[in-house]
């Protein structure tokens, strides 16, 4: 399978030369397999994922991790569903009632779901079984976030990947933290929430987001392969980011585990020869043509 990211960015979109290397979209990662994409998450990165899209004929499944704006906000946007004979499954979050797909309501958006020209499938029961029926191995942890969310566990020909953007590794009031532990054991990538910084994270107890710390904390503990630092605080410069990438770096390395923070185009081929861009750099000028 092929981990691509779309949008690393958290709460909102953070336009601007300074956010550019690492990106601005918020959550959306594509996991693609031979002939279907996973879709985690539609934030404003489902724009740019749904362009790298249009043409194919690959099937197409939307899963969201919670209802919060930066998860939801991009689906609109998603350019497949204005492909003519394209079918799109949107799995509904099962917890709530509401689905992004009320955003065509007229109001929050000019069009209405009969304007679509594609078929637009919602599932809301039994959502790890009907991926399951599709081919996919994906499992679901409650995390502590408020509201709710889930963390996904996708797995393919024995590589494990880990979709956790979300997550209070402080607070055990929705899921205990051995749970969360044992979710992440051993996985090959773990790609978990890191919004804030050791200094500021003590401020923002029960917003529902971790540190870089306790992130780093988590991937040792669960004894993970490599660390992936995500929904980043739309405040945090690029500079900022490239520090977070060698201090997390350097406090894993006695561990023997690699980090790094995400950025709008890093991609693992999990299960091939695993590779990686080599930084944020690398990436600029693809990001910008997106
Ligand atoms: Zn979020």
């Known amino acids: 399978m092929t981990v691509t990211f779309y949008g690393v960015r958290g709460s909102t979109p953070a336009p601007g030369a300074e956010f550019a290397r690492y990106g601005g979209h918020t959550a959306c990662v594509a996991v693609a397999f031979a002939d279907r994409v996973l879709v985690l998450d539609a934030g404003t990165g489902i724009r740019p994922l749904g362009r790298a899209l249009l043409g194919s004929d690959d099937d197409l499944f939307v899963l969201l991790t919670h209802l ?127 919004q804030y910084l050791d200094d500021e994270i003590e401020k923002r107890r029960g917003w529902g987001h971790s540190s870089v710390s306790e992130a780093i904390e988590l991937a040792v503990e669960a004894g993970v392969r490599h660390l992936v630092l995500m929904h980043h605080d739309p405040d945090r410069t690029d500079d900022a980011l490239d520090l977070v990438q060698t201090r997390a770096q350097a406090a894993l390395d006695p561990h023997g585990i690699a980090c790094t923070v995400a950025y709008e185009g890093l991609t693992f081929h999990l299960g091939e020869a695993e590779s990686l861009p080599p930084d944020p750099g690398s990436v600029a000028t693809k990001a910008q043509s997106l």
Do not use: K
Not at 104 to 120: E, K
Not at 130 to 146: E, K
């Open 68 to 194: 919060h704006a930066d998860h939801v906000i991009g689906f609109p946007f998603f350019a497949p569903l204005y492909e003519a004979g394209r079918t799109v499954h949107l799995i509904d979050y099962e917890a709530a009632a509401w689905s992004p797909i009320a955003l065509f309501d007229g109001i929050h958006y000019p069009l209405r779901p009969g304007d679509l020209p594609c078929s637009v499938q919602r599932t809301r029961e039994q959502p790890m079984a009907f991926l399951q029926s599709h081919g996919m191995a994906v499992m679901r942890q409650a995390v502590n976030h408020p509201g709710g969310a889930y963390g996904y566990r996708v797995e393919h020909e024995g590589q494990r990947f880990v979709f956790m953007p979300d997550n209070e590794l402080g607070d055990e009031s929705l899921a205990a933290r051995s749970d969360i532990v044992a979710f992440c054991q051993g996985v090959d990538v773990l790609c978990h929430d890191a």
